[in-house]
C-alpha cells in the first residue's frame, strides 16, 4: 500500500524556477528518502533524513522534515531541464526494518 | 563498478503462465528488495532479503508469487499462473547492509501479461 500522497501529483516550470514538491505519510518514521525516476523505470536515491533531522540539503536540492505534520518537501533550486522526472517521497516507517513505503509521486516537467 | 542489473528488461507472456525475473544486485550488498510499480503508482514493496532468507515477504499478494536468493547474491522472482492484472514494472534494489540504508535500483523488468 501507498504510505501517503504527494502535492502536487504534476508540475510544470521554466528553466532557472525552483520546484517545490510535498509529501505527507501516514505513521511514525524512522528516516525519509527522495527518489527520482526518469522513464517509469530505475530510481535514484537523492537524498535521506532522519527523523530526528529538520532540513537537509545537497546541492541543489533541499529537504525539510516536520514530523509533527507527518509532511516534507523537496525544493530543487534554479531547476535544468535535466530535472525532468518524476519524483517520490519514500519513508522507512518504525518497525519494519528497511523497506520502503513509497508516495505516489510527483512529475516534474522544466521547459526552455 | 556495475550497479544493479535485472533481467529480461521486457517480458510480454501469456494468462496462466509461469514467469522468473531476475536480480543481480550490487557485490557485497547484503540485502536485496523487490518491488512492483503499477502505471501512474509509485512502488509497492513485495520482499525483503538479508543474506539468504527472506527477512520479510509480507508485500507478496498471494502465494503465486514467491522468491529466493540461495546464494545470497542473485534473486530470481517467480510468478506462478500469471494473471493480467500482474502486468507492472517490477523493481529490484539492493543497499549494503539494509538497515535503513539508501537503497540502490535496477532498471526494473516490464511484465506484460495477455
Known amino acids: 500500500s501507498q504510505q501517503g500522497e504527494e502535492d502536487p501529483q504534476a508540475l510544470s516550470i521554466q528553466e532557472g524556477e525552483n520546484a517545490t514538491m510535498n509529501c505527507s505519510y501516514k505513521?511514525?518514521?524512522?528516516?525519509l528518502q527522495w527518489y527520482r525516476q526518469n522513464s517509469g523505470r530505475g530510481l535514484v536515491h537523492l537524498i535521506l533524513?532522519?527523523?530526528?533531522?529538520r532540513e537537509k540539503h545537497s546541492g541543489r536540492l533541499r529537504v525539510t522534515l516536520d514530523t509533527s505534520k507527518k509532511s516534507s518537501s523537496l525544493l530543487i533550486t534554479a531547476s535544468r531541464a535535466a530535472d525532468t522526472a518524476s519524483y517520490f517521497c519514500?519513508?522507512?516507517?518504525?518497525?519494519?526494518?528497511?523497506?520502503?513505503?513509497f508516495g505516489t509521486g510527483t512529475r516534474l516537467q522544466v521547459t526552455l | 563498478g556495475a550497479g544493479v542489473s535485472q533481467t529480461p528488461s521486457n517480458k510480454v507472456t501469456e494468462k496462466g503462465k509461469y514467469v522468473e525475473l531476475r536480480c543481480d544486485p550490487i557485490?557485497?550488498?547484503?540485502?536485496l528488495y523487490w518491488y512492483r510499480q503499477s502505471l501512474g503508482q509509485g512502488p509497492e514493496f513485495l520482499i525483503y532479503?538479508?543474506?539468504?532468507?527472506?527477512?520479510?515477504d509480507s508485500g507478496l499478494p498471494n502465494d503465486r508469487f514467491f522468491a529466493v536468493r540461495p546464494e545470497g547474491s542473485v534473486s530470481t522472482l517467480k510468478i506462478q499462473r500469471t494473471e493480467r492484472g500482474d502486468s507492472a514494472v517490477y523493481l529490484c534494489?539492493?543497499?549494503?547492509?539494509?538497515?535503513?540504508?539508501?537503497?540502490?535500483f535496477g532498471p526494473g523488468t516490464r511484465l506484460t501479461v495477455l
Open positions: 533524513i532522519r527523523s530526528n533531522e
Open positions: 534494489a539492493s543497499s549494503r547492509t539494509g538497515v535503513r540504508n539508501e537503497q540502490f
Open positions: 557485490s557485497g550488498h547484503t540485502a
Open positions: 532479503f538479508q543474506g539468504t532468507g527472506a527477512a520479510d
Open positions: 505513521t511514525s518514521i524512522n528516516n
Open positions: 519514500a519513508t522507512v516507517n518504525t518497525g519494519t526494518a528497511s523497506k520502503l513505503t
